[in-house]
């Protein structure tokens, strides 16, 4: 199947051409039309979107300023939905971006720290923005079904995509995925199916399942549409940079599962620079994992090119992909910028939840705690420069993961209903 072509404009609003125009091969630079294919014919190398530099460098400030309150003001510089009338959306996107200068005092910061808080999305995590494209390729395609393995807020944002926009949709989790995330992928009327394994065998089985008869018809988000998928990532580098009036920090902190979202934010930048829409001032990109799904990390540390797949443990679930596909290029991204990469155990998340709520009010789900506490580590490290402007990135929403804080939170007192029991609590005299 191949992509169709734009058709008239729906609105008043300039529908701007689609800068892509192709696919290409990550490993041997192969190039292909606007398929609906993740793997290169001829070396089964990673495809990726081919934008024409010429339309990407035409791209203003003004153009996108001009553009809606959400994702879609980049579609100048994405693969789908330039025109509205194409788009399968939530329209996230223009998510918070939160000055964070209690915990950047806390932290030793001089310069400016910020989080960019995703967890304001609709379905409260980032994985909006890659739905929305991917669905919109899905459409464009002429699938009739959507489909994805996911560590739970992707299953969250496909099925309230599909619910939206009356598409069915199928979404594979692990079974021991956290209770909040199971009733939030169940709730929109979909099919959930929880599968006894780890996202690792759950993405093996629905590889297998979209070469059956039955789900022909069906685009899978991480497989056959991933290239346009993986695209959707590049808003929160637009944005990020956009809401510090047209500048780029000079470092960031992102949470890492297949890698794909470090490695786009990095294009992001690299394409607005481009394009002429901000200075290039350098920057140094730095991953955060967790101690218990670390293939990443120890790649780094021991200075590998390639990702020895882990089984994964831990809390931080939604980063728990232990054969990352975007691994190889996360490393290169890191390697490439100067940054480098930091993990963290499941105490640490908790106490990095806790010290971001507790300093700037933004409940983070455990990927956030991952990131702020690697955040901590990587200063005391010496490896992060608090004299330098910096951007951490919240994915998720508390909500979604409260397990793991019910044992260390609660009320901090209890009391009767009468002010002789607040007496005796000591909260008055
Ligand atoms: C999926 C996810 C990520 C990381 O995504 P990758 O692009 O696979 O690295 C980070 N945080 C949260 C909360 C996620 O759900
Ligand atoms: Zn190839």
Known sequence: MTLTTARPASSTQPVPPNPARGLVCRNCGATFGLIASHACAECFGPLEVDYDPELMRAVTRE?????????????????????????VTLDPGMTPLVKADRLGAELGFTADLWVKDDSANPTHSFKDRVVSLAATAAKGFGYQKIACASTGNLA??????????????FV???????????????????????????????????????ETDEFEDAAFVNQNVRPYYAEGSKTMGYEIAEQLGWRIPAQVVIPMASGSLLTKVDKAWRELVAAGIVEDT??????????????????????WDVVKPVKPTGIAKSLNIGNPADGPYALDAIRRTGGSVGRVGDAEIVTGIRDLARTTGVFAETAGGVTVAVLRQLVERGLLDPAAETVVLNTGEGLKTLDPLMPV??????????????RAAGLIG
């Not at 969250?156 to 949709?169: D, F, K, M, T, W």
């Not at 959930?192 to 297998?208: C, F, M, P, Q």
């Not at 939170?409 to 607040?422: A, M, W, Y």
């Open 63 to 87: 153009q996108i300023e001009a553009g809606p309150h959400n994702i879609w003001r980049y579609s100048a510089l994405l693969p789908v939905g330039q025109d509205p009338a194409d788009r």
């Open 282 to 303: 350098g920057w140094k990109v730095f991953g955060a994992q967790s101690a218990g799904c670390d293939p990443i990390a120890t790649a780094f540390d021991n200075g």
């Open 156 to 169: 969250n944002s496909v099925a309230a995509h599909a619910a939206r926009n009356g598409l069915p949709s």
């Open 409 to 422: 939170v609660g009320p901090t007192h209890r009391v009767e209903p009468s002010l002789k029991s607040l």
């Open 172 to 210: 594979f989790v692990p079974s021991d995925l956290e209770p909040g995330k199971i009733v939030q992928s169940a709730v929109y009327g979909q099919a959930l199916i929880a599968v006894d394994g780890s996202y690792d065998d759950v993405n093996r089985l629905t590889s297998e399942l979209a």
